[in-house]
């Protein structure tokens, strides 16, 4: 099941990162970029939700695609971030509380699962939720620029990812407080 239809749009997602980052190095105006990147990061953050969609609704799913599915949603995030911060749209202190995040929580989700215990740390509404808020102030921040005449993206990416980082936090502690009578009893 590795060349399945949902397993090609992860990698395609992981394939498009270099593209996104790539925009950002065009002899093209800054303004074109960001709408260019923006774009890129919108479509390619879809592929997400579609490759869920289609391996469910064709039965291909597999341990392959679960495990490459937050990986390559790892990557793409912090792909953004690090564009992000290059760019002096993010502060480098909210892009490692979250990517840091992502580190410590796919690490403990690792061991939990290599001690049998990884229904303990199994994906929670507050982690959805905060994947979705990085979803929507990542291509705020991007874009940089006002929408539509009337929202300041800056603003609202801003706000959106100080949010982000709130929820990143709040779902580090609720993960190592569910994983944390299998620590201590390890600890022993």
């Not at 979803?135 to 990812?161: E, N, Q, R, S």
Request: a positive charge; proline letters at 4%; hydrophobic letters at 60%.
């Amino acid at each position: 099941m590795f060349f399945t239809l949902p397993n090609l749009l992860t990698w395609a997602r992981i394939v498009a990162i270099p593209l996104i980052v790539g925009v950002f190095y065009l002899p093209i105006e800054p303004a074109l970029q960001n709408l260019l990147a923006t774009v890129l990061f919108i479509v390619v953050a879809m592929t997400d939700w579609a490759d869920g969609y289609l391996a469910r609704r064709l039965k291909q799913t597999s341990s392959f695609g679960a495990f490459l599915d937050p990986v390559a949603d790892k990557f793409l995030v912090c792909a953004a971030l690090l564009v992000l911060v290059h760019l002096g749209r993010l502060h480098a202190l909210i892009a490692l509380v979250i990517i840091g995040r992502e580190i410590a929580i796919s690490s403990l989700r690792e061991w939990m699962a290599q001690i049998g215990a990884s229904s303990s740390v199994a994906v929670h509404m507050v982690g959805k939720l905060k994947t979705m808020v990085q979803m929507v102030a990542i291509p705020f921040l991007l874009y940089d620029a006002k929408l539509f005449g009337l929202i300041d993206t800056h603003l609202w990416g801003t706000v959106l990812i100080l949010l982000a980082a709130l929820l990143t936090i709040w779902s580090m502690v609720y993960y190592l407080q569910k994983a944390l009578p299998e620590i201590r009893a390890r600890a022993r």
